[in-house]
Nanobody, 127 residues
Framework: VQLQACGGGLVQAGGSLRLSCVASGRTFSTYVMGWFRQAPGKEREFVAAIRWSGGSTYYADSVVKGRFTISRDDAKNTVYLQMNSLEPEDTAIYYC????????????????????WGQGTLVTVSS
């Protein structure tokens, strides 16, 4: 599975961005896809995940605060992260990740559970 993330950019505080992650390759076996982010000098942290089968979603509430929405488009093998009410603290490189195996709910925030990673897309939020 190859993952290509895009949609990052520079936005003012309070603005919105939609990130996209296109999966290619053996996508028929993709089971979970997630978004993580890494700010300068900080560890990579979980943002959201979605199960391909059924579409159930999971969020890092402390990060998202009800502002982000993860979704998928089956026909396009694409996962989106809609980000609204962006804050300067959201500035980071955002990575999409995927795994073909079933990941239990409590393990979804663990980055080592994901086998495939995209290259990242930079989001910069100015104050």
């Amino acid at each position: 599975v190859q993952l290509q993330a895009c949609g990052g950019g520079l936005v003012q505080a309070g603005g919105s961005l939609r990130l996209s992650c296109v999966a290619s390759g053996r996508t028929f076996s993709t089971y979970v896809m997630g978004w993580f982010r890494q700010a300068p000098g900080k560890e990579r942290e979980f943002v959201a995940a979605i199960r391909w089968s059924g579409g159930s979603t999971y969020y890092a509430d402390s990060v998202v605060k009800g502002r982000f929405t993860i979704s998928r488009d089956d026909a396009k093998n694409t996962v989106y992260l809609q980000m609204n009410s962006l804050e300067p603290e959201d500035t980071a490189i955002y990575y999409c990740a995927a795994d073909r195996r079933e990941i239990t709910d409590w393990a979804l925030p663990l980055n080592y559970k994901y086998e495939y990673w995209g290259q990242g897309t930079l989001v910069t939020v100015s104050s």
